[in-house]
């Protein structure tokens, strides 16, 4: 499939795509995480993170949702206006801001959508006098931490957390500075 940057809209997560944003999630966890956590994992982090009404309250409560979508008239495969990505961010303590999650349709990924949603929150972030993107990825994440490395962020530290369920989630913090 031939795609083209200039066939992408970036703009807010509107309410009423909570619901295919929490399809798009689990197709990209599926398929991107097997082998690098279990599949029991997986599903928990799925149940815990991603459902429509977590996202709408989160949405309501004024954390940064972007959408990735297809132009109407793009004529792409997958339609007009169908979200094939997204990102969450939200402010932290200390100028901080935390690009908390960043997920690319699998037939859309390697295109610029992660690197163009990944520009827009920093430019956000900026303007609100934020001096740092922070993130936590999967040490195991080799693809997620080279595609971050290449966006200009550089490994800060080790964070260990046990998550519940017998889980814990063992990442490297990675911080980018902000203009």
Known sequence: MTTHIDTLSLGPLRPEEAEALVELAGRVWRAHYTGI??????????????????????LARGD??????????????AGGGDLVGFAHGEPLAE?????????VDLDWQRQGIGGALIREVASRAARRG???????VNRQNQGGIDAYLKHGFTVSTIHL??????FVMDDYVMTRALP
């Open 161 to 166: 957390e046990d998550i519940g369920g017998g």
């Open 130 to 136: 934020h001096t740092r993107l922070v993130l936590r």
């Open 37 to 58: 956590i279990t599949p029991r994992q997986i599903e928990y982090m799925l149940e815990r993170r991603y459902k429509p009404d977590l996202v709408r309250q989160l």
């Open 95 to 103: 100028g901080d801001y935390k690009l908390d999650q960043l997920y």
């Open 64 to 77: 940064l949702w972007l959408a990735a979508r297809v132009n109407p008239d793009s004529g792409e495969r």
